[in-house]
């Protein structure tokens, strides 16, 4: 079983206290098509786990399976420990697309997921005031998304997110609809983010560098149906890895070695068909 927590056999997380999620067999089909075949893996607390693969081999698809979005075919989601005491949703979403409410303001935006839980007043107000000066929106808590450049739209996501206080972020490609140094930018955040106070991170990504940058370990997943080609864990600490770093280029270049086989067959199975 391929897999990336501490447990035997699996790779060692620096932070251990909260709820780990166990992948035990998942496969899955649309229909006739198979999607995901025998997927195992543990993902640690306290760790951000990048899933890369070529177009179509079941990233998404996995994610919603892990956020409950839909069942797998076969196979088990399970939650191993207890979320934060104080979790509204152990489980939670960002999208590329920011789903911001447009006549809401920032903090209007964020205190829906609170009013949700019917969380209001001075409870209300201190969790947005502490997510935003996380995501260093503090001075725009009144703005609206009109005003709002891409990467701070993002920014407000994240901080929506984070008020929930999720034991798990489920991140879909949360930095493709950005230009590349806006994309530079919330990296850099996210980093921040997570070395002040770590946070636990499913991440799906087709950009490589991105990966590099932001995850402690890095899944690969092969052409569909998606399975698990590969395992890569770099043990550099997010808050020191650079552009040009020999360690994380190495990684990037194993890993767009395994991606192009991937996508190369993908590709040649497209045109056969």
Request: glycine share 8%.
């Amino acid at each position: 079983m391929a897999a990336v927590s501490s447990h035997a056999g699996m790779l060692s997380g620096s932070y251990r206290v909260g709820m780990d999620i166990k992948l035990d067999g998942i496969s899955h089909h649309y229909g006739h098509t198979e999607v995901l075949r025998n997927i195992s893996l543990d993902i640690p607390a306290g760790q951000i786990v990048c899933l890369v693969g070529p177009s179509g081999c079941g990233k998404s698809t996995l994610l919603r399976l892990i956020g409950g979005l839909e069942r797998p075919g076969n196979g088990r989601v399970l939650q191993v420990g207890a979320p934060p005491a104080d979790s509204l949703n152990p489980l939670t979403f960002v999208f590329q697309d920011f789903a911001l409410l447009p006549w809401r303001s920032v903090k209007g935006n964020v205190s829906l997921v609170l009013e949700d839980h019917g969380i209001r007043g001075k409870r209300s107000k201190a969790i947005i005031d502490d997510v935003l000066n996380r995501t260093k929106l503090a001075d725009f808590a009144d703005a609206l998304p009109k005003q709002l450049s891409g990467g701070m739209k993002q920014r407000v996501a994240i901080a929506r997110a984070l008020a929930v206080n999720p034991a798990v972020m489920l991140m879909d490609e949360p930095l493709s609809a950005l230009d590349a140094q806006t994309r530079e930018l919330l990296m850099d955040d996210l980093v921040a983010l997570w070395t002040r106070q770590p946070f636990t991170a499913v991440y799906v990504t087709h950009n490589l560098a991105e990966a590099v940058r932001l995850g402690h370990t890095i899944v690969v997943l092969s052409r569909r149906p998606g399975r698990i080609r590969e395992i890569i864990s770099i043990d550099t600490p997010i808050s020191e890895r650079r552009a040009g770093d020999p360690v994380c280029q190495r990684k990037h270049d194993l890993l767009w070695e395994l991606m192009r086989e991937e996508a190369r067959a993908a590709d040649e199975e497209l045109i056969d068909g």
